[in-house]
C-alpha cells in the first residue's frame, strides 16, 4: 500500500527542481571548482599570465612560516570562542531555565547581541577598548593594567575572542533554553525525590541529556568561529598586531583580495574546504552514534 | 520549581543580572556615545550617562553621511 505521489510527466519534476540546481551550480559549485583550479596555477599580479603549476602552491604554503602559525591562531581561537562562548551560555540557560520572575525580561536582553551584525559587534567593542579614547581601556589603565591590543598581539586575541564570543553567546544561549525545557520534569522530580541536590541534577541529569544540543552547538560554534568571525577580525584588528589575529579566512581573504596571490589564496580556501568536509563529517557520525539516547 | 531554596533562586537571579549587565554595556555605551558630541567621547573618560545630541547625530548619520574618521585601528 504505497500512497506516494508521482509525476506522470517525465521532464517536468526536472523543470521544476531545475532553478534550485541551477542556483546551487553557479553560486556553490562553480566558485569551488574555480577555486580548486586556480589553487594549481600562478598568477601574475595583474591578472594577464597564468601558469599550471601544478602542487606547488600547496607546497610553498606548507612552508611558509606564517601559514602554519595561522593554523595555530585558528585552533587556539576557535577553541576558547566555542569553549567560552558555549559554557557562559549553558551557565546563563540554566539560570534562566530556573527563575520564574522576570523570565521574559531575562531571556529578550540576553537574545539582543544576535541583532547586532559581525562587522557592528566589532567596531562595537574596538570602540570600547580602543588603546586611545575606550572607556574600558580607561578602567584598565587605573587598573594598573598596560592595555594596548595595537601593540600586544595577546591582548589582541582576547579582544576578537570577547567580541567574536558576545556575538554568538545569544544563539547558544536560545538552543540550550530550548533543550533545558524540553527535558520531562518528571525525571528531575525524581530524582529531588531521591535526595539529590541541585548540582547533582545538573551533572547526572539534565547535562547527559542537554548533550546532542552541547554537541550541535559545539560544531555550529567552531564552524562559526572559523569562518563567520571575518567581520570581527576585520573590523577590529584587520589580522594585527604582526599576524596576531590572523585566522585561516582572514589570510584567504588578505593573500586573495590584497596582495593580489590568488593562487595561494585559492590553495588555502581548498584547504579550508577541505576542514570544513572534515568537521561536517565528524558531526554527523559523532551526532548519530554517540549523543542520541 | 522542584524544591525551594531562596539562597539558588538569589543567585540565578544574581547571575542573570550580571551576565545582561556584561553582555549590555557594549551596546549601552554605544548608545549613549550616539547622544555626545565627538569632543565629549574623545575626552577620557567618557560620560556613561545620554547626553544632549542624539537627534543631531542621527539626522547627520541618516541624512548627510559621516563627518568624521572611523573607530582607531591598527594596520595588518
Do not use: C
Not at chain 1, 500512497?3 to 510527466?9: A, N, P
Amino acid at each position: 500500500m504505497e500512497k506516494r505521489v508521482v509525476f506522470r510527466s517525465a521532464w517536468l519534476p526536472y523543470a521544476l527542481v531545475a532553478p534550485q540546481i541551477a542556483v546551487t551550480i553557479v553560486f556553490f559549485f562553480w566558485p569551488a571548482v574555480q577555486a580548486f583550479w586556480f589553487s594549481f596555477q600562478i598568477q601574475d599580479a595583474f591578472g594577464l599570465r597564468t601558469e599550471f603549476v601544478g602542487l606547488q602552491n600547496f607546497g610553498v604554503l606548507f612552508h611558509d612560516q606564517n601559514y602554519l602559525r595561522s593554523f595555530q591562531i585558528t585552533a587556539m581561537f576557535s577553541v576558547l570562542v566555542a569553549g567560552s562562548g558555549i559554557a557562559i551560555s549553558l551557565l546563563l540557560a540554566t539560570m534562566a531555565d530556573r527563575v520564574v520572575r522576570g523570565a521574559l525580561a531575562y531571556k529578550t536582553l540576553l537574545i539582543w547581541p544576535y541583532a547586532v551584525a559581525p562587522a557592528v559587534a566589532g567596531v562595537l567593542w574596538a570602540f570600547l577598548f580602543a588603546p586611545s579614547v575606550g572607556i574600558v581601556t580607561y578602567a584598565l589603565r587605573r587598573a594598573g593594567v598596560d592595555w594596548d591590543w595595537a601593540l600586544q598581539g595577546d591582548q589582541a586575541m582576547l579582544l576578537v575572542v570577547v567580541a567574536a564570543t558576545w556575538k554568538q553567546i545569544s544563539y547558544n544561549f536560545l538552543f540550550f533554553l530550548a533543550g533545558l525545557q524540553s527535558i520531562p520534569r518528571s525525571l528531575i522530580e525524581a530524582a529531588a525525590i531521591d535526595g539529590a541536590g541541585p548540582a547533582r541534577r545538573f551533572w547526572t541529569i539534565v547535562f547527559p541529556l542537554l548533550s546532542p544540543t552541547t554537541f550541535f552547538l559545539l560544531v555550529v560554534n567552531i564552524v562559526y568561529a572559523f569562518f563567520e568571525t571575518f567581520g570581527v577580525i576585520d573590523a577590529i584588528t584587520g589580522g594585527g598586531p604582526a599576524g596576531a589575529t590572523n585566522i585561516l579566512v582572514y589570510k584567504v581573504y588578505y593573500d586573495g583580495v590584497k596582495a593580489a596571490d590568488l593562487g595561494g589564496s585559492s590553495a588555502q580556501s581548498v584547504i579550508l574546504m577541505i576542514i570544513v568536509v572534515a568537521l561536517t563529517v565528524v558531526q554527523f557520525r559523532f551526532v548519530e552514534r554517540k549523543v542520541q539516547y | 520549581m522542584v524544591e525551594h531554596r531562596p539562597w539558588l533562586n538569589f543567585i540565578a537571579h544574581a547571575v542573570l543580572i550580571a551576565g545582561i549587565a556584561v553582555i549590555g554595556f557594549p551596546l549601552y555605551v554605544t548608545f549613549v556615545a550616539s547622544t555626545l558630541t565627538l569632543d565629549q567621547i574623545l575626552n577620557v573618560p567618557m560620560p556613561l550617562t545620554p547626553g544632549s545630541h542624539l537627534w543631531e547625530n542621527y539626522s547627520q548619520a541618516l541624512l548627510a553621511g559621516p563627518r568624521s574618521a572611523r573607530p582607531p585601528r591598527s594596520a595588518a
